[in-house]
């Protein structure tokens, strides 16, 4: 047990539609990261945040947003979904800064009907 | 842009053999460099790490090694064992400990 829990594991929903998936970090992390891997793809970086404030940003579509709150956990918002942004996303947590491991959480698996 | 490159996509190796996954990076900026060990329906789990003033790094069974002037770092893995059959990931961290991971490559350990 990584110590990172996300919430919904499965999620499965209609194109057009919204959801939000939740990630708690592990205790004492301030850095919470996302990542999306698709099918036979690796962990793409979507977007990083220290301590409630975003301090990186990867390939992450307009659509998608995140914020962390000042409990520091995390949500990541996908709207207007498409048969494409399937995907398993990952949160991971570190206490932050340089030379530091990141945890990864058991991910949520994201189906778009 | 792949910063990132794992060129071997699978590895198989017998039991008690060496395993050696190999990884390229392009991104000068990373001074941390961590590999990561993926089951099917798992997040990844932290395997070992390195940092960029160093050459070698040993943790029990795995040791990775890093080449800064080609860019290039390496986990061996000796012996491997049955439970190692995984999905292996390299990754560079920058400064602000944002990984950027390779695509990964399946090893797969046989009797």
């Known amino acids: 047990d990584s110590g990172v829990t996300q919430t919904p594991k499965h999620l499965i929903t209609a194109t057009g539609q919204r959801v939000t998936l939740r990630c708690s970090p592990r205790?004492?992390?301030?850095?919470v990261y996302w990542y999306q891997q698709s099918l036979d793809q690796g962990l793409q970086f979507l977007i990083h945040y220290y301590n409630g404030e975003e301090r990186a940003k990867g390939n992450i579509l307009e659509r998608f947003s995140a914020q962390q709150f000042p409990d520091l956990h995390s949500e990541l918002n996908l709207s207007s979904l498409e048969l494409g942004d399937s995907a398993l996303y990952f949160c991971?947590?570190?206490?932050?800064?340089?030379?530091?491991?990141?945890?990864f959480g058991q991910g949520t698996r994201l189906t778009v009907v | 842009d792949q910063q990132v490159k794992q060129n071997s996509p699978s590895l198989s190796v017998q039991e008690g053999r060496i395993s050696i996954l190999n990884c390229d990076y392009t991104?000068?900026?990373?001074?941390?460099f961590l590999w990561y060990k993926k089951y099917p329906a798992e997040g990844p789990t932290f395997l070992i790490s390195i940092s960029s003033i160093k050459d070698k790094n040993e943790d029990g069974r795995f040791t990775v090694f890093l080449n800064k002037s080609a860019k290039h770092l390496s986990l061996h893995i000796v012996p491997s064992q049955p439970g190692d059959s995984a999905v292996y990931f390299c990754a560079g961290s920058d400064s602000w400990g944002k990984l950027q991971f390779g695509a990964g490559t399946q090893v797969v350990v046989t009797p």
């Open positions: 205790s004492g992390d301030l850095s």
């Open positions: 991971a947590s570190s206490v932050g800064g340089q030379n530091t491991e990141a945890f």
């Open positions: 991104n000068s900026m990373f001074d941390y």
